[in-house]
């Protein structure tokens, strides 16, 4: 059940993880999602670390935000450049200890990382589905999430965690299957975007839309949007940072030079690391898939879809215990949206543990290297995992 | 001297205004540029408003920030649909009191709407200069201001007065021509941009730049880059609200709809917007004027043009009388940086009055109505003209 391998790697402890697949909803039986059409068949691609245990009670969930997948930590090769995208968090000894922990982490339905979505065959007409893929939902992707769990053999999960995008799925989990989750950790997360978050996906969204490259979506076989995209990237790594960060890391240094340029190259180091950052996502992600992950974090609104327009009646049924953190400095999800959340969990006696972090670093916080984070939500996974055990 | 005429329109004092034009630098007598380069000749297009006195010590100058005009208050015609730009603080018994001040207001170098611009025909190819047209400054804008004021026979500025890029050019005003600014009002700027406030201009003229359209920026015989300016329009607009703005104006609301879509149409009022925004400024905004304007903006730093990188230095040789506002919910010019602002002044041993008012709008706060701000502009022009009467 296991891909964990210790691997000596020059002293150093590397897990080297395997990218799997799981497939499900072949025709006829295609998996109905939120906006009632039918998807299938669906492939939905994933990764684990760690040891299963004999009572499967030590399995983690991670849930990745937009531009993540299900490659959480580890590497694919001894040789390989780089790690996961959450290498500081998930490993052995570290905040998600894979020496105690089994972790699974699966890329998001409608994402471009092995999952499908927009980008895969659409098997009635052998071409990709471009906008033919129906809208999927934040409920859709834990769906796919859950039926991979049953694949596996798993009934129970430990905790969910997850951040930004992510997080929404570990509300959706403790809310859709309370019985399966003990725990659930939140990091800088809200329980329905702000007019201003959903303001700048969709910037985002008309930058690519507005490519003509992006021909309705069907540019597979084209010249793809990647002006848009990256744009949309740009725009993307903006809301990420904070005020303060981009201070510090950039101010107003000049591009290898000493004098303003006077034209409309990229004279300012912050405008050559957005320039960058655009072209470098373009390499990586489908235009589509930014889409549609944007477009169901925005259709997320926990009142809305489970509690009749009451957040306190959504969580009714959660039974988890939470953690949920925020960061000082993140203006995408801010901090009094977290605690608005605390507070419709505390209203339904749920035992919640919140904590805000100075940081100065912005939304992208949850995903950098912070020992208060890891420390936080090491000792709640030591503590559930404890509770749960003396329980049995 | 005067163009204001009082008009009698169903009981409403409407103030009619004229555009008027001033041509000079006409070759080979060149403006000579901050970047090196010469230009013109140049045209600025300005409107006043209310009657010079007879000792001339009643002017105000008006500045403008990205979107604005010569147009800052009155109406060209009396059936007018709209008045100018700040028609809530310019007028008779308005903040800026047109029955007591004269009003001047240009239309900055390198704009669209009758100043000499990247849209205006190059003398030498007898086309539009597009990107031909030299990098102008915030310096070179007030630079020209000077020539149109040498032109109406003033030499002594009762206070100069902008917000946001308006601000800076007051900024420069009381530098440049200290001898002749006796006050200045800065609302809602800052001394040179952050990261973050050049982050977000980059991303606008990257969507402008990267409109198939645009075209090395010679469009004007073609179709024009309305994309990428729309792109760039949502993306100020972002800029210019705030989070809290945005909730109360837009919430999660649906546009003409009770549920989602599951679509990339406009679902949200806020999308829906964003969208309006974006397409209504085209009609009316030249695409190289938005590159022109926000790289002089991006470039604005007084301490780095004026002080040797010390702002303190840079503000020495200042006379004038400050009146700085901030708003507290402006992210994109935040009140710290006013503060800073205000600290460079003190240690001049300025005479500054700072105000930080509680506004929930964001940066747009200096353009809406707001009592506050209007009563301390009034107060502080009555006292400084009165302080100037007495001292004659």
Redesign the interface.
Known sequence: MSEYVEHDNGGISVGLVEKKFHTFAEPPNALMLE?G?GLGPITVAYETMGILNSDKSNVILVTHALSGDSHVAGYYAADDPKPGWWDIMVGPGKGIDTNRYFVICSNVLGGCMGTTGPSSTNPTTGQPYG?DF??VTIGDMVKVQKVLLDHLGIDKLLAVIGGSIGGMQVIEWVISYPEMVTAAILLATTT?????A???N??G???I????NFNKGDYYSGPKPD??L??AR??GH?TY?S?EA??S????RLQNRDN?A???E???Q??SY??YQ?SKFVQRFDANSF?YIT?AA??F?VGRQHGQDSEVEAFARVTAKILAISFTSD?LY?TYQSRDLVKVMKKNGLDVSFCEIEAKCGHDAFLLPNERQSALINRFLNRVSEEEHDAL
Do not use: C, T
């Open positions: 906006s059409a906008l129906p809208v329905r975007h702000s007019a201003l959903i303001a700048f969709e910037i969204r008309q930058a839309m507005s490519d003509p002006l848009g990256a744009l740009m725009v903006v940072l005020d981009m201070r890391k950039f101010g107003r303003l006077f034209d409309f990229a004279n300012f912050v405008e957005l320039r655009g889409l477009k925005d259709y609104d203006w801010p």
